[in-house]
């Protein structure tokens, strides 16, 4: 029942937290949203890019993480305004990354951080810590970085949206607004009456030199000039809406003073060039109450491409014109998806981790424009061209959702990743696994055309050139497996170094099974052949006295000491158990099922997986979001909840899934909590397809397991008008089991489906019940393809 302010019990006691926020963690809308709404929400209005940004807070579902000293990790998404696949963003940082290095990687906002120290607008890579330049808004007072002048903003007056990001920062009593195109961002400062109304840029870390030009204009260079890993170069320029009434420079001092050179700091009123460590310049304006400012910004490998970029994509200062198309772009791919039913809770995420689920790839450049190649010649683009993708995370579930939501992006991408090879002389990697294989065999199978022939030359010589980024590679062509040593002098456990050499061992087995049906579609039978022998070389580090995947020493022993519940840190392991390892063959499960006795032994295994509590001695801090030894955190696991799919308790599956998604997500008090990193989008969209029902365990086949949805009905769009769409009859959140399906409307007893199934259009229909049905999907025969045939 309403109350009378239109808001539950439960949102009355978390008023600090925003309308957004609110409807985010299960409260009543308020009544200015509930009188405003007069339909259903469009997906572009549901979705809040602050989903992620906060880690879960309650302690059964961390483990023991974190390490004293640091925070929990969160998804470590942004916030800020960008457009999909954009190398560009206008972001906040609330995490002072030259004093502190809180997480694993250089992640610049953090939800629960109560002050900002500054904005930045592109020039960055991966995760936006290496943005530069810094860009913060100061009245008054300020001092030189990397000693951030601070701003303490209340969350009520922080709002994002797909394009849009605007906070209140107290402090300052200035209001940031920012929003972005392709290749610029924009930003508007509500200033105070002030005759002190600052804005300050600087180059961090590393430095570089900037340069005042004009009155209303600055302009810079990061570094040494080279790409430095930012995605649209090191060159940047900056253009103010009014003019300046004072500027200066100032820097990190190397040592020596100058005339205005005050302990480690040099500043130089009046100043228009500087050069050295945290060079940057300050601007100063006279504001009168309520005075915007207008600022924008653009990068490049030249200044010449950072103000053309300027010139043919924000000519003007309307912003709301910027901020409008932006929304526009995210509004169509956003809208690909239709879902119905479910809470305003789990719409509002769904649509959250949608739109981080198009973080990755970024864009590097259109057709026709110029860019800087793995090898840092400049070249122009004949398609688009993106970014290297991160294989060992996104490879796994969100490469699948492109391939369905944006077919002639993953060409692009394919094109791109096929041109590096040929620029350095093999395919990427990621991480420690070799994993391109898997976008371009799951494409394939598909159907997304491409020249899939010259793509393997290189996804071969990857797997048999020992001098190529397969690490230990002759080891493992020579024994089967790799072998593993106990790093000197780290701590026991985890070990920070280590090869990781059973991990190693699963996924280029796991590698080398794709690349046996990539050979097999070539009608190139000698390397099917070859490939498929070593598919099976997972076994050769499953140690049968244990029950669990297990290092083995150069001697081809069992590495001591082993306990299967500890985070060997890549020693053994990569960022996960033994545990969690041990379900990395998502090419041959019932290989594995075989491997520790049969169905019912399996199923036992699984079960005391999802439930023996999760305590060990050693901290892995990224090994967040735990349900007994699993941990939806990392990447290692994250399949292991649908392989009861093979063992013929689809049920299991369907429960776990519905609490994976009830607990782990969204469940803390800001409701943005993530159950660790998201990994440019990977566990965001384990989230999207677990959300509408099904999941790609292996996303090198075209299969996808069925799950359980939470919505009533999924409409998605996949290519050429044709919709795949889920029908949920009788879903609620206790009648989360299927008891019967049909798709196309025939009767469907199988826990799984192919894309062959849907690749037409298609609509799967699931009968759901309060209790599981263990007849429906449970026979042998039901269960998904495996490279090892069941016994009979």
Request: hydrophobic content about 40%.
């Given at each position: 029942m309403l109350r009378a302010s239109c808001f539950s019990g439960d949102s009355r006691r978390r008023a600090h937290i925003s309308a957004v926020t609110a409807a985010l963690v299960g409260a009543t809308l308020p009544c200015s949203m509930l009188m405003a709404q007069s339909g259903p929400a469009a997906p572009v209005d549901l979705a809040d890019p602050l989903v992620g940004t906060a880690p879960l807070d309650r302690p059964e579902l961390v483990g023991n993480a974190p390490p004293p000293g640091e925070p929990v990790y969160s998804g470590q998404t942004s916030p800020g305004a960008r457009l999909p696949h954009s190398s560009t963003e206008a972001a906040p940082v609330n995490v002072n990354l030259e004093l502190s290095y809180p997480f694993g990687v250089p992640a610049p906002y953090h939800y629960p951080n109560p002050t900002m120290i500054g904005f930045t607008g592109g020039g960055g890579a991966t995760y936006g810590g290496r943005a530069r330049p810094m860009i913060m808004p100061v009245v008054g007072d300020w001092t030189v970085p990397p000693a951030y002048t601070q701003a303490w903003y209340d969350k009520t007056g922080e709002k994002a949206e797909p394009g849009y990001y605007s906070v209140y920062l107290n402090t300052m009593r200035t209001k940031v607004e920012a929003t972005a195109t392709q290749w610029t961002s924009l930003f508007r400062y509500t200033f105070p009456q002030s005759g002190r109304s600052n804005v300050l840029i600087n180059l961090p870390r590393d430095g570089g030199s900037v340069e005042i030009t004009g009155d209303r204009s600055v302009r810079g260079i990061a570094g040494d000039g080279k790409a430095n890993g930012s995605a649209d170069g090191p060159y940047f320029v900056a253009v103010f809406s009014k003019p300046f009434t004072g500027f200066g420079t100032f820097r990190k001092s190397p040592g020596d003073r100058e005339v205005w050179g005050i302990g480690d700091k040099d500043v130089v009123p009046d100043g228009r060039s500087v050069t050295g460590r945290y060079a940057g310049g300050y601007l100063t304006f006279g504001t009168s109450e309520g005075e915007a400012v207008l600022m924008k910004i653009a990068h490049g490998d030249s200044y010449d491409e950072a103000e053309a970029r300027l010139a043919a994509e924000n000519p003007g200062w309307d912003f709301e014109r910027?901020?409008?198309?932006?929304?526009?772009?995210?509004?169509?791919?956003?809208?690909?998806?239709?879902?119905?039913?479910?809470?305003?809770?789990?719409?509002?995420?769904?649509?959250?981790?949608?739109?981080?689920?198009?973080?990755?790839?970024?864009?590097?450049?259109?057709?026709?424009?110029?860019?800087?190649?793995?090898?840092?010649?400049?070249?122009?683009?004949?398609?688009?061209?993106?970014?290297?993708?991160?294989?060992?995370?996104?490879?796994?579930?969100?490469?699948?959702?492109?391939?369905?939501?944006?077919?002639?992006?993953?060409?692009?991408?394919?094109?791109?990743?096929?041109?590096?090879?040929?620029?350095?002389?093999?395919?990427?990697?990621?991480?420690?696994?070799?994993?391109?294989?898997?976008?371009?065999?799951?494409?394939?199978?598909?159907?997304?055309?491409?020249d899939y022939a010259a793509a393997y030359e290189y996804l071969r010589k990857n797997a048999t050139d020992p001098k190529g980024p397969r690490d230990y590679l002759s080891e493992y062509q020579k024994n089967g497996w790799i072998s593993d040593e106990i790093p000197s002098g780290n701590p026991s456990p985890p070990h920070a170094g280590g090869k990781a050499g059973a991990a190693k061992t699963l996924e280029y087995a796991w590698d080398d099974f794709a690349l046996a049906q990539f050979a097999r579609r070539l009608g190139k039978?000698?390397?099917?052949?070859?490939?498929?022998?070593?598919?099976?070389?997972?076994?050769?580090?499953f140690d049968r006295s244990t029950g669990?995947?297990?290092?083995?020493?150069?001697?081809?022993?069992?590495?001591?000491?082993?306990?299967?519940?500890?985070?060997?840190?890549?020693?053994?392991?990569?960022?996960?158990?033994?545990?969690?390892?041990?379900?990395?063959?998502?090419?041959?499960?019932?290989?594995?099922?075989?491997?520790?006795?049969?169905?019912?032994?399996?199923?036992?295994?699984?079960?005391?997986?999802?439930?023996?509590?999760?305590?060990?001695?050693?901290?892995?801090?990224?090994?967040?979001?735990?349900?007994?030894?699993?941990v939806q955190g990392n990447q290692p696991d994250q399949h292991a909840p649908y392989l009861y799919a093979w063992s013929g308790q689809p049920w299991k599956t369907q429960a776990l899934v519905r609490r994976i998604l009830d607990q782990l997500y969204g469940s803390d008090q800001a409701g943005?909590?993530?159950?660790?990193?998201?990994?440019?989008?990977?566990?965001?969209?384990?989230?999207?397809?677990?959300?509408?029902?099904?999941?790609?365990?292996?996303?090198?086949?075209?299969?996808?397991v069925i799950g359980s949805p939470i919505f009533d009905s999924v409409r998605m769009k996949i290519d050429n008008g044709r919709t795949l769409e889920i029908v949920a009859e009788n879903n609620s959140a206790t009648n989360m089991y299927v008891q019967s399906a049909t798709l196309n409307g025939k009767r469907w007893n199988k826990p799984w489906f192919s894309h062959d199934d849907i690749k037409r259009g298609a609509r799967l229909v699931l009968t759901m019940g309060p209790k599981p049905n263990t007849a429906w999907g449970s026979t042998p025969g039901a269960a998904p393809p495996s490279m090892s045939k069941a016994a009979p």
């Open positions: 910027v901020r409008g198309a932006a929304k526009a772009a995210w509004a169509d791919l956003l809208g690909r998806i239709e879902v119905s039913g479910g809470t305003a809770k789990q719409r509002a995420l769904f649509y959250s981790t949608l739109f981080h689920s198009f973080s990755s790839p970024r864009l590097i450049a259109r057709k026709g424009e110029p860019f800087s190649d793995s090898t840092g010649k400049i070249r122009t683009a004949d398609y688009d061209r993106y970014s290297p993708v991160p294989f060992w995370d996104t490879g796994r579930n969100q490469l699948v959702l492109l391939e369905l939501l944006e077919p002639k992006l993953v060409q692009d991408v394919m094109r791109s990743e096929l041109d590096m090879a040929r620029e350095r002389g093999f395919m990427n990697t990621s991480f420690h696994a070799d994993n391109a294989v898997f976008l371009y065999l799951g494409a394939w199978a598909r159907g997304i055309p491409f039978t000698e390397d099917a052949r070859m490939f498929l022998a070593r598919a099976g070389n997972y076994a050769n580090v669990f995947v297990r290092g083995r020493g150069a001697d081809g022993a069992w590495i001591e000491p082993f306990d299967p519940r500890e985070p060997y840190y890549n020693h053994m392991m990569k960022e996960a158990s033994g545990w969690s390892t041990l379900w990395l063959v998502p090419h041959d499960v019932q290989g594995l099922q075989t491997l520790l006795g049969g169905r019912d032994a399996f199923n036992a295994k699984l079960d005391a997986f999802f439930a023996t509590p999760y305590a060990p001695k050693g901290i892995c801090r990224d090994c967040t979001g735990v349900i007994g030894q699993y943005y909590g993530y159950p660790g990193m998201d990994d440019q989008g990977s566990t965001s969209s384990w989230y999207v397809m677990s959300a509408m029902g099904f999941y790609p365990v292996d996303p090198s086949s075209q299969v996808y």
